[in-house]
């Protein structure tokens, strides 16, 4: 399965960014056997348009993103996402896991081993 984490850089070791949507970039791992492997680090066009949207308007934004770059994925790691693009996700039979931050190599690591997905 393959597993989406927002960053703000492309930085293995960095913390997960906490706003899903708006994140500058993605870590695209396979999970597989236990194991984690790193994909590609996605780029994501829609992150400042994103940012500037209301927060009205974030929620069908965030899920266009979703629905155009990120379609191939499985499960989405997030520290906050909107309710109704977790329920859209999972209504597709998608998982969405919270975590309150941590590096993204350990969390995908951690995701791994755990079988979460």
């Known amino acids: 399965m393959r597993v989406a984490i927002p960053s703000d850089n492309q930085d293995e070791g960095c913390e997960i960014f906490p706003?899903?949507?708006?994140?500058?970039?993605?870590?695209?791992?396979?999970?597989?056997?236990g194991k984690a492997s790193l994909l590609e680090v996605r780029e994501n066009p829609a992150s400042d348009t994103l940012r500037g949207l209301s927060h009205g308007k974030k929620s069908s934004g965030v899920q266009q993103m979703i629905d155009a770059y990120l379609d191939d994925c499985g499960m989405f790691v997030a520290v906050n996402m909107n309710k109704n693009v977790v329920s859209n996700l999972e209504g597709k039979g998608k998982k969405v896991?919270?975590?309150?931050?941590?590096?993204?190599?350990?969390?995908?690591?951690?995701?791994?081993?755990?079988?979460?997905?």
């Open 97 to 117: 896991i919270f975590v309150e931050g941590e590096k993204v190599s350990e969390l995908a690591v951690r995701i791994a081993a755990e079988k979460i997905h």
């Open 19 to 33: 706003f899903f949507g708006q994140a500058k970039y993605f870590f695209i791992y396979e999970m597989e056997k």
